[in-house]
């Protein structure tokens, strides 16, 4: 599907170097075929020596002969970069932005002419290729269009295809996640060096359990009610920890950090 493409890249940054990386390692496309923009020269330098990708620093001349238009700049620069290049883009380019919280209507206003543009949240576990992403089609995008980001993007890790009023909530949800992991992890581990041990061997055994626990999860399609019961037995240490969880709220607390990170995006995106 991107082996005949030409792909650019608007923005090298960390989430930018992450699609590269995947696209290459996933071996999609061939380095010839992706250009990188970016305004600073030692990031395009380390980019073509670490991957052998074109690189420029004209975002309307890259643009120009390219198929797939990513962008990946910061939100508050995505009007701008838009209005940029517009006149380089027809409609047989696609363009996907990665820009959080900026819905498709407005991408398509900054153009000022009919584009095709698909939507994308990713999060930052997509640098080692085990990212969450959910997509949505903007109004001129087609069916093919949405596959082909899809294929990108399933490349960094897995994705979901949702109606745009849910990006919010996919914002929320995996695009917050991660953090709420990292407080996961780092509260295990605390507990682990309360309890007597070394700060390294707490930190190890906490992370790899969330990260097993969560391949367990994904690889058996259990429900993840069935794999806690299966942990936890009658009388044990396990439904005493679970006990104290519950004392504390802890599904209220995800819940509710989940709908407040949700409810902000639609404010950032008004």
Do not use: W
């Not at 992370?207 to 690889?219: D, H, P």
């Amino acid at each position: 599907m991107l082996h005949d493409k030409r792909l650019v890249l608007i923005g090298g940054g960390n989430m930018g170097e992450a699609i590269v990386k995947g696209l290459l390692a996933a071996e999609l496309v061939k380095p010839p075929q992706i250009t990188v923009t970016d305004i600073i020269e030692a990031r395009l330098t380390y980019l073509r020596e670490t991957y052998a990708v074109r690189v420029l620093t004209d975002n309307a001349a890259a643009v120009a002969p390219a198929d797939l238009i990513i962008l990946a700049v910061k939100p508050q620069d995505i009007v701008l970069t838009v209005q940029g290049i517009a006149a380089a883009v027809d409609e047989h380019k696609v363009v996907i932005s990665i820009a959080a919280g900026v819905p498709t209507t407005r991408i398509e206003a900054a153009f000022g002419h009919p584009v095709r543009v698909v939507r994308v949240m990713p999060n930052t576990p997509a640098l080692v290729l085990a990212g969450a992403a959910g997509l949505c089609a903007g109004h001129h995008a087609t069916p093919a269009d949405l596959d082909m980001a899809r294929t990108l993007f399933d490349a960094l890790g897995k994705t979901v295809v949702v109606s745009e009023y849910l990006m919010d909530a996919v914002t929320g949800l995996s695009g917050s996640g991660p953090a709420y992991i990292f407080v996961l992890i780092e509260a295990l581990a605390d507990g682990g060096v309360k309890m007597g041990l070394t700060r390294d061997a707490a930190l190890t055994l906490a992370a790899q359990t969330v990260y097993g626990s969560a391949k367990l999860l994904l690889e058996t399609g259990l429900h993840p009610g069935e794999l806690k019961d299966r942990v936890t037995s009658p009388a044990g240490t396990t439904i005493a920890g679970l006990h104290a969880l519950e004392e504390h709220a802890f599904r209220a607390a995800i819940i509710d950090a989940v709908e407040q990170a949700t409810e902000r995006s639609r404010e950032l995106g008004r």
